[in-house]
């Protein structure tokens, strides 16, 4: 069996020549950075549903670099490169079983953002409330539209190598001494 089958791919010219991402289980974080780029993704007629925005926000994130030293740069090489992916996603008011309302996010298909990413190792997808939901204005039937909700996703995506402990056994996020990856700072010299 190839073992590219199950990659995750964005068209059928890329599982042609065997691209796609390898999906990961575990959750971490690159230990080295190598690249980290942010973007946005817009869907007018986004219903109660955040694929399509986060699917463009990734591919907003990324479609304007050509990264080719990750080949000599990163132990490996694209194969063994890390990409972690971050999304602000809206969020929906929900009522629970006690009539409380309750925000949750809206859902995304994270098998469907990882077909942005033509090689690389794929970290499971983080998602965290942000993004925005807004009034468009505009009902097009025609189109499934039952509301004038428009959805707007924001996407980090990091690239780097050595694996990490994961975002959860860090105590204070904000506090730089608890940093799970290698920083820089301005006074070093690079």
Not at 131 to 151: A, K, P, Q, Y
Request: net charge negative; with cysteine; charged share 25%.
């Amino acid at each position: 069996m190839d073992p590219t089958s199950d990659r995750p791919t964005w068209s059928d010219e890329w599982k042609s020549v065997g691209l796609g991402a390898t999906l990961r289980d575990e959750p971490a974080f690159p230990q080295n950075l190598f690249f980290v780029q942010l973007g946005f993704g817009v869907d007018q007629h986004g219903k109660v549903d955040a694929t399509k925005a986060a699917v463009r926000a990734v591919r907003n994130a990324i479609e304007f670099n050509s990264i080719p030293g990750v080949i000599s740069h990163i132990p490996g090489g694209r194969a063994k490169m890390l990409i972690h992916v971050k999304l602000g996603v809206p969020s929906l008011s929900v009522k629970t079983e006690k009539d409380e309302d309750r925000s949750v996010l809206l859902p995304v298909d994270a098998l469907q953002v990882a077909k942005v990413f033509p090689y690389g190792q794929l970290l499971p997808v983080e998602m965290t409330f942000g993004g925005l939901s807004f009034h468009t204005g505009r009902v097009v039937e025609e189109l499934g539209d039952t509301n004038d909700v428009g959805i707007c996703v924001t996407a980090c995506v990091s690239l780097g190598y050595g694996e990490t402990r994961t975002h959860d056994n860090v105590e204070d996020e904000s506090s730089t001494r608890n940093t799970v990856h290698k920083t820089f700072s301005t006074k070093d010299g690079y």
